[in-house]
């Protein structure tokens, strides 16, 4: 066991426009049991981090109603699934290269679940995904994504990181140097994104980041309900200005709201004690 402690949160929000919620999420506070799959019920219960870590996960469903809520479904429940046909997890918490080849093969058959259920399903047809997931691991926090929704990293010291890289036609045009980085927010295409579960005939292909924790960092998964809505610096100043975990969690989500609420927002965040 080790001496680290957080706390941990998340929630979700159909917003202000839409009538069903395509976004789904899961986190877990142990994994030391395959029974810890809930959110605590008190944002503010400092937890000790076990040995095998904990686990956040944030989808966001696309293909109209009923259908891309199916899609995050099954996103999130197969990494769930994943988790636990491992027998022995500490068998991979040992190797950094070991838990990103687990997290991308996860996502992998993720995709390959939701493709089986297109073809068994017509009514789905369309359907598909984005993910975003964070296995925390002693002090490495380790990434792996596929779509737009979004890993940061708050330090108090220096503010907003942004962890992941979309997935999205935008952000091809700003590595390109087509587009400058300031403009790529606004863009009129920027809810076009490249890769995906479910939607492509092509495997998933998920990207993999990892990153140290300190003392007092906050972990934010989020849909683009949230970073589509607010830049990352109101993102990072909302979070600067929550005296705690529940109220940044409320107050992220109110900031998506209060810019229009568009879109169907959610949040998970995990911070370092």
Not at 43 to 61: S, W, Y
Not at 94 to 120: G, N, Q, T
């Amino acid at each position: 066991m080790s001496d680290i402690t957080f706390k941990m949160t998340a929630e979700t929000n159909v917003g202000l426009v839409r009538t069903n919620n395509e976004d789904n999420f899961i986190v877990n506070p142990d994994l030391a049991s395959e029974n810890n799959w809930f959110v605590p019920g008190d944002a503010e219960e400092v937890i000790t981090l076990g040995e095998n870590g904990c686990v956040l996960v944030v989808a966001d469903g696309m293909g109209g109603m009923n259908a891309g809520e199916v899609a995050s479904e099954l996103a999130v429940e197969g990494i769930k699934a994943a988790f636990s046909k491992v027998e022995d997890l500490s068998s991979l918490v040992k190797s950094a290269d070991k838990i990103e080849s687990f997290l991308k093969k996860a996502v992998v058959e993720a995709d390959a679940s939701i493709k089986k259920r297109l073809k068994e399903d017509p009514s789905t047809s369309g359907m598909g995904t984005t993910i975003v997931l964070v296995w925390v691991v002693n002090t490495t926090a380790h990434v792996v994504w596929c779509g737009d929704s979004r890993a940061y990293l708050f330090k108090p010291d220096s503010g907003i990181i942004r962890l992941t890289k979309d997935h999205s036609y935008v952000q091809e045009l700003v590595d390109s140097g087509k587009l400058d980085a300031e403009l790529a927010f606004d863009h009129p295409n920027s809810n076009i994104i490249t890769r995906s579960l479910g939607d492509s005939p092509t495997k998933a292909q998920p990207d993999y980041v990892c990153r140290e924790l300190q003392k007092d960092d906050v972990l934010l998964l989020c849909s683009d309900g949230l970073c589509g809505l607010c830049r990352d610096e109101e993102i990072g100043n909302v979070m600067a200005a929550s005296e705690d975990l529940g109220a940044c969690r409320d107050n992220l989500i109110e900031a998506a709201l209060n810019a229009g609420g568009y879109d169907n927002v959610t949040v998970a965040l995990m911070k370092v004690i």
